[in-house]
């Protein structure tokens, strides 16, 4: 039976063994990312680390687990070499010359919309060695209909996306495809058709509202209100949630000199994080967040309120709960919008 949709994209159900032949086809002209599992690798004795990683076969996804980093770190590196300077010129670091085909679950590919937004739209000011890398990606969304304790998607409207080129489940001996991007239909040719369309998870275990701050005045009470105190006592300013957030974008840059000639070396950027003391230290020690309470404010006001009222559409933060999963401090994320929004009831006089 022919399962061909109208708009002429198909469903594939392929054996390991087939897709290992499409991924090696594939990789003639894609560099494939996925979650990769890397053991021993993780944070804490005999743990695991799952982050992304050039793949070869689908066996090396990792899809049963949530990855401890993002997809954000295929395209901007927690660090990356931008150019490299002599006397008097400068030459740009190569990207890749593959396209890239990127395995992503939907609060990732949301995510990717801020990274654009920030890398690419932001004052008109477009980033290179973003837009290079973003050029060549196509996106394969990895089915998620059951989610971790700390996801909370569902409540952030990312449990679902579209606008991918292929989406997968994985099953214990095969995989189903939905493959609707036709540069990638070739490689499904002779697999045996299937109706696939991947399913989406509809509740999580933990849910947010996250609050409405009606005006500036309230916005203003909220800044100095006493619930950011808790979290000079919690937070140790590691910044490890914001190196795991799906939607941080911050770095700084680095000069590495390579002899006693301080004109020659190369120009690096690092992730940075607004959680760690002396990220908002100006030119003559100035300051403007002395505590780990005011960073944190900062960060969840920009994740939860500065973001969305900035750009108007949909708030920064995309519901992955990485930042719950790596904060040594077991600080949540949900937990302080939640309080936020109780802070914001008190401060109107709404309180139930
Ligand atoms: S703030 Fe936390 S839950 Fe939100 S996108 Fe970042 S890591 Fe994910
Ligand atoms: S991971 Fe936890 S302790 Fe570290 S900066 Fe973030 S909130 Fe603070």
């Not at 593959?98 to 679950?105: A, D, E, T, W, Y």
């Not at 505590?291 to 900035?310: C, I, P, S, W």
């Not at 949540?332 to 939640?338: G, H, K, R």
Request: glycine letters at 6%; proline letters at 3%.
């Amino acid at each position: 039976m022919n399962r061909r949709r109208d708009n002429g994209q198909m469903g594939y159900k392929v054996s390991y063994e087939q897709a290992d032949k499409i991924f090696e086809k594939l990789s003639e002209t894609y560099e494939i990312w996925a979650p990769k599992r890397f053991k021993g690798k993780g944070r804490y004795s005999q743990t695991d680390l799952i982050r992304y990683d050039r793949v070869c076969r689908a066996e090396d996804i990792e899809y049963r687990e949530k990855s401890d980093m993002p997809a954000k770190e295929v395209l901007s590196p927690i660090t990356q070499s931008l150019f490299y300077f002599t006397e008097d010129e400068y030459i740009e670091s190569k990207a890749t010359s593959k396209k890239l085909l990127i395995f992503m679950r939907p609060c990732d590919i949301h995510a990717q919309h801020h990274q654009e937004r920030i890398y690419l739209g932001n004052g008109g000011f477009e980033d290179l060695y973003y837009k290079r890398m973003n050029e060549k990606v196509k996106i394969v969304m990895m089915e998620c209909t059951e989610g971790w304790d700390t996801c909370f998607c569902v409540s952030m409207g990312t449990n679902k996306a579209d606008g991918y080129a292929a989406a997968v489940r994985f099953g214990d001996g095969e995989l189903l495809f939905d493959v609707e991007d036709q540069d990638l239909a070739p490689y499904f040719e002779k697999m045996e058709e299937n109706g696939f369309k991947p399913d989406y998870i509809e509740e999580n275990e933990i849910s947010l509202t996250v609050p409405e701050i009606p005006d500036k005045d309230v916005l203003t009470k909220l800044k100095s209100h006493p619930m950011w105190q808790e979290y000079n006592g919690r937070c140790i300013s590691c910044g490890a949630c914001t190196v795991a957030c799906s939607t941080c974008t911050c770095f700084t840059t680095t000069d590495i000199i390579y002899n006693e000639n301080s004109n020659v070396g190369e120009r690096k950027r690092t992730t940075a994080s607004c959680q760690v003391e002396g990220f908002d230290q100006m030119a003559g020690g100035m300051a403007f967040r002395h505590t780990a309470g005011d960073r944190m404010r900062y960060k969840v006001l920009h994740k939860f309120h500065d973001y969305k009222a900035r750009f108007k559409d949909y708030h920064m933060c995309v519901g992955c709960g990485r930042c719950i999963d790596r904060c040594p401090e077991f600080i949540s994320i949900v937990a302080t919008v939640n309080k936020m929004a109780k802070a914001i009831d008190e401060i109107t006089g709404t309180e139930s």
